[in-house]
């Protein structure tokens, strides 16, 4: 194949050489250092029963923002209802100060990604990228060197004269892409489009979105149910669940401090143990005691009461393995069920407890030392959250 | 797309042809092969298949009055396919994007028209353009007098487009079917509004169903013999007429086999020509 699916070379998309008096999609300088997107309150509906929301929510000029949830979350619908694929049944969607809420779909000047890449098939990809700009009657010239532009910045220069069913889906994610970014959109949004392509250039693609976001300056709304994806790419993440937010944060906020169990358990791999209260301590840290088992000193963003019942919940790398079998506070005891290889880290199930069935999974990354042989194992536990039912 | 059907490899699954090709083989291709020998025969009124060896019959459809019916044949199916993908586009994009039940409801409107016989929806037309008829009863109601509304090439054409339109509608929104909503998203995204949407998305993508609706539609057209009879009475001739008049009228086997020969040579060559340079499907 011609085109590798390398690293771009650094270029960026001119904003000084646009044709003379040729009119943009985006939004006049005035409402400069407004958030790129406003979500107020927006509901949607599907005939009676509300499919999303209400959702509010606001993104800033030139942040990654990820809505992440499930399958049925509502995230591609709140996505294609800010580019007007969907009607809402009530609040408001500002775009760069711009309300937009009941624009049709071809003036809102928000650009769109689809999972499926939807290039023009009947068009060339010089075309395909041109599109937009043609039918804001831009200069010949001025679209050549846009196009150009715009295919340097996602790694394609040289595929103009291709049509897109000659090209590999990353190319042509990335063609679609540039489709997009060409128009300078205050605000593209992208609809998992790493979705359909397979896991090597997956990864590699998510590294190259993240450099092309960050040259081009733009603004990102990104949907995914992946959740390694939003939380590589993302300066903030939303997380959604039955049309709601369930949290949002910073990656690391919402690996490291899920509010609920929900989010614990669909961010990463969590073990949730069940446990009562049993001591606030005066540092904002408590104490929760498994029935008949050992102690846990951990966090909790919400207020707890003593005696309430809540979840510990035990992120698999925050646990070393000793031999031994005492069990002490934040010291489980357990037995080796199984042992798997996974490359970069072997994925060991410990049974806790005795005869209880109830098993924890704990990490070993390859390289340090092997899992201790002693039929019996201390599992320290380095950090906890204490999550209650909301 | 990846394909849900078995593949086929085993030579046995050209055997799945066999009773097709046996049937056009018996029923089309050996009548075609005894109409192209009758052609080349002489008039006689012995065999009603002529007899002897001639090239007249030939050179009578060479005759500028028999060339004229060939190509007012022509003309008139072109102008009426080109009709019948204006009217058909619209009802072919709605049925394409319909679901469920309307889409339903929308197959047998189209299909009805098809079920119906020519000669009844023929004379439909008749009862509404004859000099008796609905619109010159309302004519002379309103004081604009009577209008000779039958046997012209108007007439034809309303006729042809009504009984070609559902081979247009169905062919078209095949087509259509196929291109992803995603992509009609997509250009409205970019900025384009519906009108431009269809132009520069939806119709380019649907050429090859367009194509392939104008070709079956000039194809049922030129061999019409009903509606040119009735619409276009003594006035407006067609290929169709003439065949029928050589059979029933004058007896001549052999001069109406060599008509239906050029037409069939002539049609062939325009699908040929227009398969081969026109737009493929995807």
């Not at chain 1, 689809?114 to 200069?139: C, E, T």
Request: charged share 15%; hydrophobic share 45%.
């Amino acid at each position: 194949m011609g085109v590798a699916d390398t690293a771009p070379p650094v270029g960026r998309i001119g904003t000084q050489d646009r044709a003379a008096g040729a009119p943009s999609a985006s939004a006049s300088p005035a409402t400069k250092g407004a958030p790129a997107l406003i979500l107020e309150a927006v509901v949607k509906r599907y005939s009676k029963d509300v499919v999303v929301g209400p959702v509010s929510l606001s993104v800033a000029a030139g942040e990654f923002l990820s809505l992440l949830g499930p399958s049925g979350c509502g995230k591609t619908t709140l996505l294609r209802s800010i580019a007007g694929f969907e009607t809402v049944a009530s609040g408001k969607i500002l775009v760069g100060g711009r309300d937009i809420t009941f624009l049709p779909a071809h003036r809102r000047g928000v650009g769109l990604v689809f999972q499926n890449y939807a290039l023009f098939p009947h068009l060339s990809i010089f075309d395909n990228i041109a599109f937009g700009l043609r039918l804001r009657k831009w200069r010949p010239d001025a679209i050549a060197q846009k196009v150009a532009g715009a295919l340097e910045m996602v790694g394609l220069a040289g595929v103009e004269k291709r049509t897109p069913g000659e090209l590999s889906g990353g190319q042509q994610q990335r063609v679609a892409i540039a489709r997009s970014l060409v128009l300078e959109p205050e605000l593209l949004l992208l609809d998992e489009p790493l979705s359909n392509l397979d896991f090597k250039l997956r990864v590699q693609m998510r590294y190259e979105l993240r450099q092309i976001q960050r040259r081009a300056g733009m603004t990102f709304v990104y949907v995914t149910h992946d959740q390694t994806e939003a939380l590589s790419l993302s300066d903030r993440i939303i997380v959604l669940s039955n049309g709601r937010i369930a949290q949002e944060g910073t990656p690391a906020e919402i690996y490291g401090a899920p509010r609920t169990r929900f989010v614990a358990d669909f961010i990463g791999t969590t073990n949730m143990l069940p446990a009562t209260i049993e001591r606030l301590n005066g540092d904002g840290t408590l104490v929760a005691r498994m029935a008949d088992g050992p102690s846990f000193t951990g966090h909790s963003r919400a207020a707890r009461r003593i005696g309430e019942a809540v979840s510990v919940c035990i992120r698999p790398e925050c646990v070393a393995l000793a031999p031994g079998d005492e069990a002490d506070s934040n010291i489980l005891s357990g037995r080796v069920v199984s042992e798997t290889f996974c490359g970069d880290r072997t994925e060991v199930r410990v049974e806790i407890g005795e005869g209880q069935g109830r098993q924890i999974v704990v990490y070993y990354q390859t390289g340090r030392q092997p899992v201790p042989p002693a039929p019996r194992l201390a599992c320290a536990i380095a950090d906890t959250v204490i999550l209650g039912d909301e | 797309m990846s394909s849900v059907s078995p593949r086929l490899d085993h030579p046995v699954k050209y055997a799945l042809f066999l009773p097709y090709a046996a049937m056009i083989f018996c029923f089309l291709i050996v009548p075609m092969a005894g109409l192209v020998e009758v052609s080349f025969r002489q008039q006689s009124s012995v065999r009603i298949t002529g007899l002897g060896f001639t090239l007249a019959n030939y050179a009578r459809v060479g005759d500028p009055f028999y060339l004229g019916i060939l190509f007012d044949t022509l003309r008139l199916s072109m102008i009426s396919a080109a009709m019948a993908a204006i009217l058909g586009y619209p009802v072919a994009y709605v049925l394409a994007r319909s679901s469920g039940r309307a889409k339903t409801v929308l197959i047998v409107a189209i299909m009805i028209p098809l079920m119906t016989s020519v000669v009844v929806k023929v004379f439909g037309w008749y009862i509404i353009l004859e000099p008796s008829g609905v619109i010159n009863a309302l004519s002379r109601a309103v004081g604009w007098g009577r209008w000779n509304l039958l046997h012209n090439e108007i007439a034809v054409v309303a006729g042809l487009v009504e009984f070609s339109l559902p081979f247009m509608v169905l062919s078209l929104s095949a087509s259509i079917e196929r291109i992803p909503r995603n992509v009609e998203e997509a250009a409205g995204n970019l900025g384009a509004g519906p009108w431009r949407v269809m132009a520069r998305v939806v119709l380019p993508m649907s050429r090859a169903g367009l194509l392939s609706g104008y070709l079956l539609c000039v194809g049922v057209s030129s061999s019409a013999y009903v509606v040119p009879a009735i619409m276009g009475g003594t006035r407006v001739r067609m290929v169709g007429q003439q065949i029928y008049d050589d059979v029933l009228v004058g007896f001549d086997w052999p001069s109406a086999s060599a008509m239906s020969v050029v037409l069939v040579l002539i049609l062939s060559l325009i699908f040929y020509a227009a398969m081969r340079i026109g737009p493929k499907a995807a």
